[in-house]
């Protein structure tokens, strides 16, 4: 029985990890000095050079890439190599202004294909087992990226994709699927699904991975119940490669980052100063395997904690607190990366007042949207089919921007909060 699992990388001493990463990081500043002028022209600025970066206690030198680089630079700007050596983009989801698409050389995607490999294995997975991805396929790196680990771990692979719940449970129990891939939202909807129509005792399924979204200890514990199995929290971003920059192993006390390819650090995200592990704060990567889309002190927004306490595993790899936020206003709906600026767009696009509040929710483990706007005076004297008219038109134009439904509520003039500091605008009422 073949397992896709590396000791000697994964096992491997501080020491052994650091020097890696020394070497490592040396090669990727030249790297991307040599071949991505928008970066060249960051360090310029911070007066660094790459022969000032001698290993990992230099990286504080160097200077922080964040979303707006990347949109700064969109599409090409921070192509490392030539366009002919990559073999494939994968997207962020976001809709607004200039999506982030990260490149990858067949080599890139062989490694984050390892690295998600090694969350299956992490959390159990063999050769013998049945893998059902229905993550997203397509731009969004979820399908690719499991589908790509499942693949290296030998596991017989299912690439179910996103929704049509019933043909999913049919493949589930037809092939005895062992493996449930997903964000947990949707396998808590799966979970459902499966108890109401009593396919309970008729499905195989011993273990989940999900993620690429926010999700409680609570509500791993019902996924688990509900299905009776252990499930795994999975980390990444489409800036860093995907799924798989982090995992969970049996231990389930935070996700191990996989240090032979990325570096992490954590910041203070009002003042860029590196805190020490133990300390929350944003968490920022630097990529050293990559070839097309190396990208340097990324700021992920993230806010969590890294520890490097020993493993009961025996992995080495520091390891990630579950996110605890983000240090900017993205919220994620669905799995779908929402702005409230983008919302703002739509609203004043429509003739509406910015006055708006946006009510997150969890109800029966699926996130609702619901977006109270304050009519015009004008407006208020309007007849109740006006009203009910505009509120359908808001509906619409908000599904096209953001890919999700959201429920629109016309109120009163006059009648949201104001504020005297930043305007509140969001009411998170889900329970992470
Ligand atoms: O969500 C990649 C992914 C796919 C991860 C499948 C795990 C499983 P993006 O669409 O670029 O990539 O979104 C990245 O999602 O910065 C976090 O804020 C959030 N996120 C990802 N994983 C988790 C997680 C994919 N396990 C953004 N818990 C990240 C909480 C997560 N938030």
Known sequence: MERYYQPEIECASRDQILAWQNERLVKQVKHVWDSVPYYRKKMEEKGVEPGDIKGVEDLCKLPFLTKDDLRDAYPYGLLATPLKDCVRIQSTSGTTGRRVVAFYTQHDIDLWEECCAR??????????????VCYGYGLFTGGPGLNGGSHKVGCLTLPMSSGNTDRQLQFMVDLGSTILCCTPSYAAYLAESINERGLR???????????????????????????????????????????????????????????DHFIAEIIDPETGEVLPDGSKGELVFTSITKEAFPLLRYRTRDICVLSRKQCSCGRTHVKMSKPMGRSDDMLIIKGVNVFPSQIETVLINMGMPANYQLIVDRVNNSDTLDIEVEMTPEMFSDTVAQVTNREKELVSALKSMLGIYARVHLVAPKSIARSEGKAVRIIDKRKI
């Not at 969350?119 to 997975?125: D, N």
């Open 119 to 132: 969350a299956i294995v992490a959390a159990g997975g063999t050769n013998e087992d049945v893998c059902h």
């Open 201 to 259: 005792d008729k499905i195989k399924l011993k273990a989940g991975i999900f993620g690429a979204e926010a999700w409680s200890e609570e509500m791993r514990r019902d996924i688990e119940k509900s299905l009776g199995i252990k499930a795994y929290d999975i980390y990444g971003l489409t800036e860093i490669s995907g799924p798989g920059v982090s995992f969970e192993c049996s231990e389930q006390t935070g996700m191990h980052i996989n240090e």
